[in-house]
């Protein structure tokens, strides 16, 4: 899996379809529905095969989908914890896939801190989800005024402690 994390109009959109011209585009929202706890049960993944890549974008907005949606069915609050299982099992599964998954993520913690709890609460959601998205992923690269930075994944602490051992 390899993650891509920038703010609004970094790049970031830009620089992956540069690297992966061949990549078929979805939305976080359309993805999740896929995971088992989403409501309607599990379907297939659209990208199965070894070579296919496919890039997933729209995190923020799947997380405001959710919090409104637990918001409108009556609940004061969604529950943060069953929508961290719900990522992560997601991330787990693409991280071990043998097609590649390429997720583009909004950086909103660089800004001013929102009065609204709500709006705070989205954003340490986020946080949390950028969080587990690169633990899991084997690149990462930070997007800022359309430059990319490589950050270490997996396989760059990996490559870093090989590099000691000799």
Do not use: C, N
Not at 24 to 38: I, K, L, N
Not at 94 to 103: H, K, T
């Amino acid at each position: 899996m390899h993650v891509f994390i920038g703010g609004t109009a970094s790049g970031k959109r830009q620089r992956v379809a540069e690297r992966y011209p061949e990549a078929r585009w979805r939305d976080a929202g359309e993805m999740m529905s896929r995971v088992p706890g989403a409501g309607a049960g599990p379907r297939p993944d659209p990208a199965s095969g070894d070579g296919d890549t496919l890039v997933i974008s729209g995190w923020l907005a799947w997380l405001e989908a959710e919090l409104a949606a637990d918001l409108e069915a009556g609940s004061a609050s969604a529950d943060d914890d069953r929508l961290g299982q719900r990522w992560r099992q997601a991330f787990a599964g693409w991280a071990s896939s043998p097609a590649r998954r390429v997720l583009v993520l909004d950086e909103v913690g660089r800004g001013i801190v929102p009065v609204d709890p709500a709006q705070r609460r989205l954003r340490d959601l986020m946080g949390w989800l950028s969080q587990d998205a690169v633990r899991l992923a084997s690149q990462v690269h930070y997007v800022r005024h359309g430059l990319t930075m490589r950050l270490d994944g997996k396989d760059a602490a990996a490559a870093d402690r090989a590099d000691r051992a000799d």
